[in-house]
């Protein structure tokens, strides 16, 4: 995402070992929960198996979509109770111009 202009909204302290879909479903926040905001308000669509092996696709890139229930918002921070997140669509932040260190 870096080499687009563009940062991940997440950093985690397990960055080498944990996945995506693992953060969404535990809804971590990280280091950058501050500045960015948690993952319900970052993660745009889901893809999800549910337990009886049902694919729900929630992928979406809207940012706004009121034409029904949020559904989504169910899985995350779920912890995989009610289904594995096997896809994610996330909003990335583009890049600050300048880093204080």
Known sequence: VG?????MPLDLGAKGSCQIGGNVSTNAGGLRLLRWGSLHGSVLGLEVVLPNGQVLDLLRTLRKDNTGYDLKQLFIGAEGTLGIITGVSILVPPLPSSVNV
């Open 3 to 7: 080499d687009r202009g563009f940062t």
